[in-house]
């Protein structure tokens, strides 16, 4: 019976090897013999394996092998305890977490605003989103927010590690925390509204886990919700989204456009699909076909076993990572382990809402199937995190047979995982 982390890796090469493959397949263009006889480029193995795709799923594999064997635990005992990095011996009671969070967060501010420094920043579509990696020109980028986005999973477990024993107070624990994350939410939202709405949704689930109490997210529960309705109306792009998620043929050559080609995408690929490099709306029809809207591609070329494949490996991939939160001792890692399969898990679900227009159009990609070097190899990595707390952990459990161990905090002292 397989382990769990090693369940992990495997739906992690799974889905890099299906996005590698349906990212080329998406790439096909029309070439145009004639103006009489254009025709459709074909899906070659050795186009694969010399893409761009392969080069970036071989450093997401490789990433995640080196996060899995990082020593997890003794990274998790400098964390909780703090004697590494800032030379005491900690405790739940000192402050260190109060002013922790907030530079953290101030230094992912000013990293996500390096996007607006000329010569750095790269404006895409309209946005301000990508930085150019120095001496790369414009042919090699990233997203900073991507990496915002994993790196407050990392400062928030950490907070609510060392603050343990005030977490639950609403001006002691919760309230510095929430005003931290929504200085990061808060700036990547003015350039990227799903992002930061993921990132603060992630962060407020890793507090609840944590031990910040229900009722005060509820209390403050209408400011961020007049941020994002401000951010909604005060944009007009993005209340076109709004109306086209609607009624998409009210407008189907303009607002509506994206919705109603991805769902024709899906619904040309009927049960069986059109096979693969058979689709027929990448061609031209389908916008962003090879990143947000993988998944229409999949549909339409692979049918209903493709579409139940990707959702299969998904469901399968958050439940083994569940298996090994719900052993796990450590509050840092526990905490850390939930952000980042939930940051995957809510970033799945949105985007396959969005393909299948159960929810306005939105820049989200679907992890490790959407091509994207940046999201792919670091989504890998904290993965690999996962991993390295799972194969850590002193007594392995086979899937399903794992202790029914709670996923909120725990005392101080690190606990003997029940069998």
């Known amino acids: 019976m397989p382990r769990p982390h090693q369940v992990i890796v495997l739906c992690v090469l799974t889905l890099l090897m299906l996005g590698v493959i349906m990212v080329n397949s998406a790439d096909v263009a029309v070439k145009s013999v004639s103006a009489e006889n254009p025709i459709a480029q ?16 071989g450093l997401a594999i490789a990433a995640m092998m080196v996060a899995a064997m990082l020593p997890i635990r003794r990274l998790a005992w400098a964390a909780e305890s703090g004697r590494s990095l800032l030379g005491n011996r900690g405790g739940s009671g000192n402050w260190v977490g109060l002013p922790g969070v907030f530079v953290g967060c101030l230094c992912l501010v000013v990293f996500c605003a390096l996007v607006y420094v000329p010569g750095l920043g790269k404006e895409v579509n309209g946005s301000h989103r990508w930085l150019n990696i120095p001496g790369a020109g414009d042919a090699l980028g990233f997203q900073p927010s991507e990496v915002a986005k994993w790196s407050l999973v990392a400062l928030i477990a ?11 107070k609403f001006w002691f624990g919760l309230t510095p925390a929430l005003v ?3 200085m990061v939410s808060g700036f990547i939202v003015v350039e990227d509204l799903g992002t930061g709405v993921l990132i603060a949704s992630v962060a407020a689930l890793v507090l609840l886990a944590g031990g910040a109490k229900f009722w005060h997210f509820l209390i403050l529960m209408p400011f961020p919700l007049a941020g994002v309705v401000f951010a909604i109306m005060t944009s007009d792009y993005r209340m076109k989204r709004i109306l086209a998620f609607l009624n998409p043929y009210e407008d189907p050559e303009g607002i509506g456009y994206h919705s109603v080609q991805s769902l024709v995408a899906i619904a040309g690929g009927g049960v ?11 061609l031209g029809y389908l916008p962003e076909d090879r990143t947000d809207f993988i998944f229409a591609v999949i549909c339409e070329e692979l049918g209903v076993p493709g579409a139940a494949t990707v959702v299969v490996l998904f469901a399968t991939l958050l439940w083994a990572g569940y298996l090994v939160i719900r052993r796990e001792s450590s509050p840092v890692l526990r905490l850390f382990s939930l952000g980042v399969l939930a940051t995957v898990g809510l970033q799945a679900v949105i985007n396959l809402f969005v393909v299948t227009a ?3 159009t939105k820049g989200i990609a679907l992890p490790l199937i959407s091509y994207g070097g940046t999201g792919w190899i670091l989504t890998a990595f904290c993965l690999g995190l996962v991993v390295a707390v799972g194969r850590s952990q002193e007594e392995e459990v086979p899937l399903g047979l794992a202790s029914d161990l709670p996923v909120l905090t725990r005392s101080n002292q690190p606990e003997t995982s029940a069998a």
Do not use: D, F, N
């Open 42 to 57: 074909s899906v070659t193995v050795g186009g694969m394996l010399t893409s761009r795709a392969v080069i970036y799923a």
């Open 180 to 182: 931290a994350i929504g």
């Open 272 to 282: 069986t699909g059109k096979g693969l490099g058979g689709g027929i709306q990448k």
């Open 158 to 168: 950490w907070y609510c590690t060392r603050r343990r024993e005030h977490i639950h």
């Open 358 to 360: 159960m929810a306005p």
